[in-house]
């Protein structure tokens, strides 16, 4: 079955700088890539995603780019601010949509003012 | 519109016993996953249902088992608890299979003691 590797597990960058996550997976037949924000005490939310037949994806100051190639894809946010604190999860599925999605492991994410 | 309801939100058990998780989708979504979220393994795919038919399923033991109504809420049934099945268990719908976002809800918390 698919497996999605993400990394790092943690990172801290200073307020206003930027951060980038990245994921691989495994299923070249993958073709759809979410990424979902979970606050502390909160449920996941999606933030952005991505389909096979793109390669970037922008809303505001966040950002997702896949390599379909090399079967991995990256988040990237602009300017962070003290309430991009969270855990953000990668995932990736075969159909399409948001069924059957496999994520990673998360990346904790700690905005240092 | 009301969310993604699970109950119970807490549940204490001890070994051997068995556990019932119930959730109730988004009005109008048809499509219901479960994933279990724990500290080491982050958010790990159980099964997914629509219209009463399981789709998918992720790699778990036998022990975990679920269904779908014919009013699309669900159930998640875990027999002969173990010390490692404590983990908060997160319920999520879509509105159909292959569509977009996966809108979870707050989750079970479940201590296996």
């Known amino acids: 079955g698919e497996n999605v590797e993400q990394h790092p597990s943690t990172l801290s960058v200073q307020e206003g700088d930027s951060a980038v996550i990245k994921c691989t997976y495994s299923?070249?037949?993958?073709?759809?890539f979410p990424w979902y924000k979970q606050e502390l005490g909160k449920r996941p939310q999606l933030i952005i995603d991505i389909r096979s037949n793109v390669g970037e994806k922008k809303d505001q100051r966040i950002a997702v780019t896949l390599n379909k190639t090399a079967k991995h894809f990256s988040l990237h946010i602009t300017e962070t601010q003290p309430e991009d604190s969270a855990v953000y999860f990668c995932?990736?599925?075969?159909?399409?949509?948001?069924?059957?999605?496999?994520f990673g492991k998360g990346t904790h994410l700690i905005i240092q003012p | 519109k009301a969310g993604v309801t699970q109950t119970p939100r807490y549940l204490i058990k001890t070994r051997g016993q068995q556990v019932t998780l119930s959730c109730s989708p988004i009005?109008?979504?048809?499509?219901v996953s479960w994933y279990q979220q724990t500290p080491g393994q982050g958010l790990q795919f159980l099964f997914e249902y629509f219209s009463e038919t399981q789709r998918n399923k992720g790699n778990f033991p036998g022990r975990f088992s679920g269904r779908q109504f014919s009013n699309s809420r669900s159930e998640m049934n875990v027999s002969t608890l173990e010390l490692g099945d404590s983990a908060l268990y997160l319920c999520a719908s879509i509105s159909t299979p292959n569509t977009g976002e996966l809108f979870f809800g707050e989750g079970s918390r479940l201590t296996v003691l």
């Open positions: 995932a990736a599925s075969k159909g399409g949509g948001a069924d059957g999605l496999t």
């Open positions: 009005s109008g979504h048809r499509s």
């Open positions: 299923d070249s037949a993958s073709n759809y």
